[in-house]
T-cell receptor, first 114, second 113 residues
Framework: GGIITQTPKFLIGQEGQKLTLKCQQNFNHDTMYWYRQDSGKGLRLIYY???????QKGDLSEGYDASREKKSSFSLTVTSAQKNEMAVFLC?????????????FGEGSRLIVV | GDSVIQMQGQVTLSENDFLFINCTYS??????LFWYVQYSGEGPQLLLQVTTANNKGSSRGFEATYDKGTTSFHLQKTSVQEIDSAVYYCAMSITGNTRKLIFGLGTTLQVQP
């Protein structure tokens, strides 16, 4: 089996600050994702990447940057943290197959803006 | 546009009750449909998926049938237990881009002993 590791588990920053979340996977999966989870709003896709150095925007990409430096890692940067962005950020990975993609999620990173 | 709708935000049941969580979807084509479950303090994990219309998926006593006629994928379990307390997400793949999943808002299930 494999694992998705998200760091840090809690990220505390000030308003206007640039903050970065990191994600590592050892599944050797092609595709990686960043989702934002807000209570009552489900999971919303921010960015995904189908291979190293690839980036695809999701529905919520404004205010965020992402980077897929290598196959096993995918980072997400909040370009200017705002208090209304406090949420849990979930990283996931998947491997493409004919039936669709099964996503494997990390435990999440909680963003706190003070 | 593409969407997944879960109307029930919260469901509270007693042990051994019957569970029914409603999910409907809207898209063109033939998406793959999923149910994910998220236990407290963990990330979501796949509960079951169905690729073909009119087929049923099942796992750990949960079942869901892909009904293309009513564009529904409701989740059911005959007898819930306290350990089933979690958030349940219905999701679908996008036709033409199976890597992209759209999730519903989630349904929080609380099972009382």
């Amino acid at each position: 089996g494999g694992i998705i590791t998200q760091t840090p588990k809690f990220l505390i920053g000030q308003e206007g600050q640039k903050l970065t979340l990191k994600c590592q996977q050892n599944f050797n999966h092609d595709t990686m994702y960043w989702y934002r989870q807000d209570s009552g709003k489900g999971l919303r896709l921010i960015y995904y990447s189908i291979t190293e150095n690839d980036l695809q925007k999701g529905d919520l990409s404004e205010g965020y940057d992402a980077s897929r430096e290598k196959k096993s890692s995918f980072s997400l940067t909040v370009t200017s943290a705002q208090k209304n962005e406090m949420a849990v950020f979930l990283c996931a990975s998947s491997i493409a197959n004919r039936a669709g993609n099964t996503l494997y999620f990390g435990e999440g990173s909680r963003l706190i803006v003070v | 546009g593409d969407s997944v709708i879960q109307m029930q935000g919260q469901v509270t049941l007693s042990e051994n009750d019957f569970l029914f969580i409603n999910c409907t979807y809207s898209t063109t084509g033939y998406p793959t449909l999923f149910w994910y479950v998220q236990y407290s303090g963990e990330g979501p994990q796949l509960l079951l998926q169905v690729t073909t219309a009119n087929n049923k998926g099942s796992s750990r006593g949960f079942e869901a049938t892909y009904d293309k006629g009513t564009t529904s994928f409701h989740l059911q379990k005959t007898s819930v237990q306290e350990i089933d307390s979690a958030v349940y997400y219905c999701a679908m793949s996008i036709t033409g881009n199976t890597r992209k999943l759209i999730f519903g808002l989630g349904t929080t299930l609380q099972v009382q002993p």
